[in-house]
């Protein structure tokens, strides 16, 4: 089993709809857990931590399910500038270790 | 904001020549990474490097691969003989601490030739 599996896309959306992207991660000793964003040939970018009790940062929404070793994140009233690739990426190891998963592309379209 | 900061944006290397990528992590950051990112693949840790010492290091950082922090405040990686398998984007990340998530720099695009 991958360490990090998202489905990778592409999610083709318009503008204003919500959509979900779900993560699984095998190491069920990870503790901490964040979303990260790349745009095409840049570095990715923190979006947000993902807490136990879920963390909601304007449009978006990110939960955590320890039971099922998966975490969520939905946007909600997607724009165009949130097309990217989206990255899952839990924290393994003692060092902070941050394992990304390959990503989910979404695509906004007008 | 704080920003991490990696020199050359791009660098074109003959293969079996050596190569020295260079950042300058956030000044208050105490852990210091490298990952690399093939074309269309997914982003990889290499090595992750704590109170002046690599603290973990993957399979692909293997001998040709060294990390330094000479003076306080640079971290390099270092490649000893570039492979055409080396060709990535390579990014450096550091934190303050595991709460934090990390902050990446823009990346160094090594092509081997």
């Known amino acids: 089993r991958k360490e990090v599996e998202q489905d990778p896309g592409p999610f083709n959306v318009p503008e204003g709809a919500t959509v979900a992207f779900n993560c699984t991660y095998s190491n069920s000793a990870s503790q901490s857990f964040f979303w990260y964003r790349q745009d095409c040939r840049k570095e990715p970018k923190l979006l947000m931590s993902v807490y136990s009790s879920g963390n909601e940062d304007g449009r978006f929404t990110a939960q955590l399910n320890r039971a099922s070793q998966y975490i969520s994140l939905l946007i909600r009233d997607s724009k165009l500038s949130d097309s990217a690739t989206y990255l899952c990426?839990?924290?393994?190891?003692?060092?902070?270790?941050?394992?990304f998963g390959a990503g989910t592309r979404l695509a906004v379209h007008p | 904001e704080p920003e991490v900061t990696q020199t050359p944006s791009h660098q074109v290397t003959q293969m079996g020549q050596e190569v020295i990528l260079r950042c300058v992590p956030i000044?208050?950051?105490?852990?210091f990474y490298w990952y690399r990112q093939i074309l269309g693949q997914k982003v990889e840790f290499l090595v992750s490097f704590y109170n002046n010492e690599i603290s973990e290091k993957s399979e692909i950082f293997d001998d040709q691969f060294s990390v330094e922090r000479p003076d306080g405040s640079n971290f390099t990686l270092k490649i000893r003989s570039t492979k055409l398998e080396d060709s990535a984007m390579y990014f450096c990340a550091s934190t303050g601490g595991r709460d934090y998530g990390y902050t990446f720099g823009s990346g160094t695009r090594l092509t081997v030739v």
């Open positions: 990426a839990p924290l393994a190891g003692g060092y902070n270790k941050l394992i």
């Open positions: 000044s208050n950051h105490l852990y």
